[in-house]
């Protein structure tokens, strides 16, 4: 029965000779290696193609199974194999020695079994792993030794002649079912016949389903006959047939009836036997009859459940055939729709066909396990093909596990385009084995290899690094497994594992056959460095706010934990400016440096001590930190002017030299002692700075504390005086009995001689003159008034300065006001170089 299939549907599945074309073309690319034969690896194609002479001898004699004239061959086997295994059973149970007719028949359907025998030495074969035509004379009759070589031969011996030589020997007939083995052959027919669409599906299972129930109970007829001919002649009647009588009509003498009766009631027999029905009118009589009739009871309930499930797949639709089936009439019907090309036909076809009898399930099997069950799958099926690849190489294991975890497996026919050229590529593809080539297609329509892809190779990855359209064409040459990851993917992975990501690159450079990466050799290292400055900003960021998983994460992958941002800060620094403790103490474990400076000068303790985290400046002096640079002595500065003793302190206390000096030859302690900051002073004083310092005007800490009218510096050093007195009065006293201490006389000697050099100091330093610039008018006036002033130094009370403005002016003056209009009481407000005004009122 023929399926309704169009005219247009019936051509597309039609076997012609283009496949046989196709398997020559093939054959031209494979070589005679045996290499062909191995399972997960690939020869290269210089070996192949070195051996392509030699192998173009060969060919003539190696027949393709899409030979017309090789298919023509099979169905003549077809035709005696389905002879041959009809009438074994016939033979063995009907015959003790054929007749002279049928003898001559057999004879010849063993000669051309023989001859079948010879040619599949010669027939190349579908390797069932690599999916490749095996054309290798060796590797073909290793393969049929090891099947089908004993069972063809001892299937051709002349059994019959046999038998009579050995004195008809009844053992000698049990070789005779060998020749069932030729069964295969018609099973192989139905399987074509179920996968041809031409067909009916449902009429070729139901034919195939009433073909095996009638096969097994004509084998059980002939061999319920069989027992009954074991019996002697005179025990004839204790056999099932013998002791027979259907009517009026008696088998008593069974031999001497026609030859077709006897078959049909043997069948009878097997029929309602196989059925259970057991009307009675037969049954089995001897032991050895009621042991066959027991054996084919069961066997028939095994049969039947096969029979009955077949059905009922029949009905529901669920084995893999009808579902190519389908797919396939799918896929007709989409390509008929969209008018689609004689060549795009023949590649969805093809690879259709190719899933389906490579069995490629792998998404349906799996697709309902957990992700990491999935992953250890993969890992263990793809790894070691992903190690190899020249693009991974020297990449830590940690990534390749990653992208093995995320690689799936595809299997492509010789001549289809992978790649084309121009086109937008979101794959990068793995070569498992295989061979194929990279064309380039000039302007003109013509092609140049520009390169073979074997095993290792990878293809897509420098349009997907890079970002450009795919520059060569991808075709396969030969049947080939590669390994897929989607771009998306592959990049995420890359920024994880930041380190591999710049290996991958530098492989990119390095075993790039691509013309064009001198070109995109730029763009590469754009690329490196890009990631190199994201990396070092994740690193940075992670520091900044404390997350101490996530660095280590990043510096496992291959962060340089000394790298810098654009300003020069490290992650040092930053994690010293938060206070993070474990991230510095981790820094310093991963070789982090400690005086590193940034773009302004700050280093980690610097950063530290601005914040004031203790515990962190701590660390960072154990580790070796030091606080140098313009910028530790401008921050200390700018601490002294907002006042800010912690800072000041911490900054000393961690090694700032306190007698830095600004461009003005200024130190902290001038600072402090123009602003009356008691507090810093002594600070400054308990870490050793220097009162004798000069600005560049010749100008000491104290002078500047009287010329801006601070008295903090002068009751330091009188404080100082009388602490120091007071010393060495308690002393006297306490130690009067140790006056005859050398030690006692020196030390004493040594404090009045530091209290009377303060003391002196302090009298040198307030003996230094201020002048003022006295004007005749307020100061609220002064713009308009024209009158000049005088130039004086500034005495000690006001009145002493108000007689001086009296004598010189010619007036009295009662009153000392400031730039301010502000009332001056004391000569100690007034400033060197100071505006002041006196009115009469």
Same mark, same amino acid.
């Given at each position: 029965?023929?399926?309704?299939? #169009? ?58 199974k899409q ?10 086997? %077809? ?6 295994? +009809?009438?074994t ?32 030495f ?8 690599t ?13 049929y ?18 038998y009579?030589r ?24 139905f399987?074509r ?5 031409? &067909? ?27 027992? /009954? ?13 013998g ?13 001497? @009836? ?6 049909v ?7 309602i ?17 009621? @042991?066959f009739v ?8 095994? %049969? ?11 009905i529901?639709k ?22 689609? !090309?004689? =060549? ?20 349906s099997?799996v ?8 992953? !250890?799958?993969s ?5 070691? #093909?992903?190690?190899?690849a020249l693009?991974?190489r020297?990449?830590?294991a ?12 595809? +299997? ?17 593809? @793995?070569?498992?084995?295989?061979? %194929?080539?990279?064309?380039?297609v000039? &302007?003109d329509?013509s092609?140049?290899?520009?390169? !073979? ?7 897509? =990855?420098?349009?997907?690094? *890079? ?17 897929? &990851? ?6 995420? @992975?890359?920024?994880?594992?930041? /380190? ?8 990119l ?18 690329m ?6 994201e ?6 960021n ?8 996530l ?24 994690? /010293? %400016? ?11 474990? $991963? ?19 601005k ?7 701590k ?12 910028? /530790?002595?401008?921050?200390l ?20 030299d ?80 140790? $006056? ?7 030390? #004493? ?8 050099? *303060? ?32 130039? #004086? ?17 010619g ?14 009481i ?16």
């Open positions: 029965m023929v399926g309704r299939l #169009t005219r247009a549907e019936t051509e597309e599945y039609e076997y012609d000779n283009e496949m046989e074309r196709d398997f020559d073309k093939q054959l031209d690319r494979q070589s005679s290696s045996s290499d062909l034969c191995e399972n997960e690896s690939s020869t290269s194609l210089r070996k192949q193609w070195s051996s392509h002479d030699s192998f173009r001898s060969l060919k003539n004699v190696i027949i393709p030979n017309g004239r090789y298919g023509l061959w099979m169905n003549v086997i %077809l035709l005696w194999a389905a002879y041959s295994s +009809f009438f059973p016939i033979e063995f149970g009907f015959f003790r020695g054929l007749p002279t007719n049928l003898w001559w028949i057999d004879q010849i359907g063993q000669a051309m079994f023989m001859v079948d025998i010879v040619v599949n010669f027939v190349a074969y579908r390797d069932l792993h999916y490749k035509w095996v054309t290798d004379h060796r590797s073909i009759a290793i393969r030794s090891k099947s089908s070589l004993l069972p063809d031969i001892l299937g051709c011996l002349p059994w019959n002649a046999i009579r050995s004195g008809n020997k009844e053992i000698v007939r049990y070789f005779l079912w060998i020749r069932l083995y030729r069964a295969r052959k018609v099973d192989a027919f399987r016949m179920e996968q041809n669409i031409r &067909i009916n599906y449902l009429f070729t299972r139901i034919v195939k389903l009433i073909t095996v129930e009638l096969y097994c109970t004509h084998t059980a007829a002939c061999i319920f006959y069989y027992l /009954a001919t074991t019996m002697p002649p005179s025990k004839e009647d204790l056999t099932w047939i002791s027979l009588t259907l009517g009026g009509y008696s088998f008593q003498n069974f031999r001497e @009836i026609d030859l077709g009766r006897r078959y009631v043997s069948l009878y027999f097997a029929i036997t196989m059925a259970t029905v057991g009307y009675g009118d037969i049954h089995a009589v001897n032991t050895r009859e009621m @042991i027991m054996i084919f009871v069961s066997f028939d309930m095994i %049969l039947g459940a096969y029979l009955v499930g077949n059905m009922t797949a029949l529901v669920g084995s893999n055939t009808e579902k190519f089936r389908d797919k396939m009439t799918s896929l007709l019907k989409y390509m008929n729709r969209n008018k689609l !090309k004689k =060549e795009i036909r023949s590649q969805l076809k093809n690879h259709l066909r190719l899933q389906y009898e490579s069995q490629f399930i792998e998404n099997v697709q309902d396990l957990p992700f990491s069950i999935r992953a !250890k799958v890992q263990s099926l793809y790894m070691s #093909t992903v190690e190899r693009l991974f020297n990449c830590s940690e990534f390749i596990n990653q992208i093995g975890m995320r690689v799936r497996e595809e +299997f492509f026919l010789p001549g289809e385009i992978i790649m084309e050229q121009g086109n937008a590529i979101d794959q990068i593809y @793995i070569v498992s084995y295989g061979a %194929l080539e990279e064309v380039f000039n &302007i329509g092609e140049e290899v520009i390169s !073979k892809l074997e095993a290792e190779s990878t293809f897509g =990855e420098v349009a997907v690094l *890079c970002s450009i359209p795919q520059p060569y064409t991808v075709r396969v040459v030969d049947l080939c497994k590669v390994l897929r &990851i989607d771009k998306q993917s592959f990049l995420n @992975i890359m920024h994880v594992y930041f /380190a591999d990501g710049r290996q991958v690159l530098n492989n450079l390095k075993f790039g056959k691509d013309a064009k990466l001198n070109q995109l050799e730029s763009d590469i290292v754009f490196i460095s890009e990631q190199e400055v990396l070092s900003l994740k690193v940075n992670a520091a900044y706010q404390g997350k101490t998983s660095l280590k994460s990043l510096i496992k992958s291959g962060a340089n934990p000394n790298r810098a941002d654009y300003d020069g800060r490290t992650p040092m620094h930053l994690a /010293a %400016l938060r206070g993070h403790e474990d991230i510095v103490q981790f820094l310093l474990q $991963q070789g982090a440096e400690v005086d590193v400076e940034d773009r302004f000068g700050n280093t980690p303790l610097l950063e530290a001590v914040g004031c985290h203790t515990t962190v400046i660390i960072l002096r154990t580790a070796g930190g030091h606080l140098t640079g313009k910028n /530790a002595g401008r921050l500065h700018q601490a002294v002017l907002a006042g800010n003793s912690e800072v000041v302190r911490a900054l000393l206390d961690n090694g700032m306190p007698n830095y000096s600004d461009h003005n030859g200024q130190t902290a302690l001038h600072i402090a002692a123009s602003e009356g900051l008691v507090t810093i002073v002594r600070i400054l004083l308990e870490h050793g700075a220097n009162i004798h310092a000069m600005d560049r005007w010749g100008k000491t800490p104290v002078q500047e504390s009287i010329q801006f009218g601070s008295n903090a510096f002068k009751n330091i050093i009188k404080d100082a005086a009388m602490q120091t007195s007071k010393s060495l009065e308690t002393q006297e006293l306490n130690n009067v009995e140790d $006056q005859s201490s050398p030690g006692y006389e020196e030390s #004493t000697e040594d404090e009045k001689h530091e209290l009377e050099r *303060c003391e002196s100091f302090l009298v040198n330093d307030e003996k230094v003159k201020r002048r003022c610039t006295i004007y005749p008018h307020p100061p609220w006036t002064a713009s308009g008034d024209g009158k000049r002033g005088v130039v #004086t130094w500034v005495p000690d009370t006001i009145s002493e300065l108000l007689d001086f403005a009296s004598k010189y002016f007036y009295t003056y009662n009153f000392v006001l400031d730039q301010n209009g502000g009332d001056i004391c000569t100690d407000h007034i400033r060197d170089s100071e505006k002041v005004y006196v009115l009469h009122e």
